[in-house]
């Protein structure tokens, strides 16, 4: 005997657009003693994706860090640092991603220079697309859910960014 798996396909599959990041205005960073703090606007991303597979969160997050070691390692850093994930939020059309990095303070400013550059990476572009693309065949009802305001905390007793993330860059 032979089952089938029956999956859903998310409305507006077939029009998904690549993701944009505004790294100008939209990726916020700021310090608080030894965290720096980031705030990352993602356009044409649904948060419906991230805030209901926390992984995929996650794993944008997890290149991120990837990314900002390999940036550092090039600047001739061998300190490897860990972004953690905090939440993620935003609705249909955009995706902001919060994280954090503890960091001594004396090398806040050569990891927000790296931060700054690695948002521009097209691998990071990339990771975004593809976690988007695979979860348009989802075996979940909670995809075709009807409401526009999604969330997902990771730390909830964790100090969080505020919404109007204030950048001291």
Not at 97 to 108: A, G, L, M, R
Not at 110 to 137: F, M, P, V, W
Request: with cysteine; charged share 30%; net charge negative.
């Amino acid at each position: 005997m032979v089952s089938a798996v029956t999956t859903k396909r998310r409305r507006n599959c077939d029009a998904i657009l690549s993701a944009e990041i505004d790294c100008e205005n939209g990726h916020k960073i700021s310090t608080d003693m030894d965290k720096i703090l980031g705030s990352l606007l993602v356009k044409n991303c649904s948060s419906r994706i991230f805030s209901t597979d926390i992984s995929l969160s996650e794993g944008v997050i997890a290149k991120l860090s990837s990314l900002l070691n390999e940036q550092l390692l090039r600047n001739g850093s061998k300190d490897e640092q860990n972004i953690s994930f905090l939440k993620a939020i935003g609705n249909e059309t955009h995706t902001r991603f919060y994280y954090s990095c503890i960091v001594n303070k004396e090398y806040h400013t050569e990891i927000k220079a790296a931060l700054r550059t690695i948002c521009k990476d097209k691998g990071l572009h990339d990771t975004i697309d593809e976690y988007q693309r695979s979860s348009c065949n989802e075996d979940s009802s909670i995809l075709d859910s009807s409401s526009d305001d999604y969330s997902h905390d990771s730390f909830r007793n964790t100090k969080q960014p505020d919404e109007e993330f204030k950048s001291d860059s």
